[in-house]
């Protein structure tokens, strides 16, 4: 999906949909040595940028996203729905999609 948007806070995401932006490994090693792109494997981690405000149950009760805005999270290596915002990648995942928070 391509958007033409300015900024990516112009995004709320709605329901249990949760706005993520995938954190960059490292492209150099720890002696210095800087790796070529085709040889940096994307993380699975990521950072929470937005949340939406829940979904509904069965009785119509919202049901409050188990993150924040902030929370770092594992999340799957395909899926969700990638948003572009000028050269920066950001994904937008239902809640029961994250895999676990990372506490640090």
Do not use: Y
């Not at 940096?40 to 990521?46: D, H």
């Not at 770092?72 to 290596?77: A, E, F, M, N």
């Amino acid at each position: 999906m391509t958007t033409a948007l300015k900024s990516i806070k112009a995004i709320a995401p709605l329901l249990d949909r949760v706005l993520v932006q995938r954190i960059k490994a490292d492209a150099k090693t720890a002696g210095g040595i800087f790796l070529p792109e085709s040889a940096v494997k994307e993380l699975n981690e990521a950072k929470v940028l937005a949340v939406g405000p829940g979904g509904l149950d069965r009785e119509g009760k919202r049901v409050q996203p188990s993150v924040q805005a902030g929370d770092k999270v594992l999340i799957p290596q395909f899926g969700g729905s990638p948003i572009k915002v000028g050269e920066e990648e950001f994904s937008l995942f239902r809640d029961h999609e994250l895999l676990a928070k990372i506490n640090e």
